[in-house]
């Protein structure tokens, strides 16, 4: 389905009974609605899912860059309320953890729960400046030498070794997001400083992420997991950066208690 936001198409799926409690899914930065594919069978029985592709990504439209991740937490209250949704569980990987915990901190009214998977609340100098170097990689490349680097930062060696046809699936994905969806949102998770915000966090929140995530790795998980009262922090073993393709069963069972939370 389509929705004409303010200045681009968004494209996103709904499944799951209409009567139930809404659940929106965040993808990653270079991904699309297709990584949340091994979570929608259990949670589409229990919860009305909203699966939405980021601007520039899968198949939304792509406005001019420079993007915020206050602009995509904006996007996220446009479609929400194209909707008629009041509350919504959030689940953000990477890019839609950080624009995550910025809605959650923006409108905490709105978000019933919050889960916040290999991700970072707060671009420190070196994080921020490796994503202002893939911004000038693609304006001189376009996405192809970004495909490979950045596979072998999502999955370990074993995995990418034992399932290449879902390296195949994300390389894919990689490829489809636009030159500029992609700078834009490199440079929103580069303007990302969120980290005063953890500790006004009410929800119930998860902070879930692989051992060997090293973009987001499980010391700077635990830190935000400290500073946000009440959290849990989970760490998935033998999981990269998507950890929800590594450990796929270990993060549906952590996914279901943490929504059980707010019954």
Known sequence: ???NGADFEMNYHVDGPECAPWVTLSNSLVCSTRMWDTQMA???KDYRVLRYDVRGHGESSTPPPPYSIDDL????????????IARS?????????????RLADREPERVVTLTASDCRAEADETYAAMFVARAETTKEGGM?????????????????????DVVARYGEM???????GHIGCCM??????????????????????????????????QAMHEAAPGSTH?????????????QPEEYAEALAEHLRKSD
């Open 1 to 3: 389905m389509r929705f």
């Open 42 to 44: 259990g949670l589409a």
């Open 73 to 84: 937490a904006d996007d996220v209250l446009a479609i929400w309320d194209h909707l008629g």
């Open 89 to 101: 569980h959030w689940i953000g990987l990477s890019l839609g953890g950080m624009t995550g915990i």
């Open 144 to 164: 192809e030498p970004l495909v490979e680097p950045t596979l072998q930062r999502f999955f370990t060696d074993d995995f990418r070794k034992a399932r290449p």
């Open 174 to 180: 990689i490829r489809r997001t636009t030159t500029d």
């Open 188 to 221: 929103a998770l580069a303007g990302g400083r969120f980290a005063d915000a953890l500790p006004r966090l009410k929800m119930p929140t998860l902070f879930i992420g692989g051992r060997h995530d090293i973009g987001a790795p499980p010391h700077l998980m």
């Open 234 to 246: 989970i760490v998935l073993e033998d999981a990269g950066h998507i950890s929800l393709e590594e």
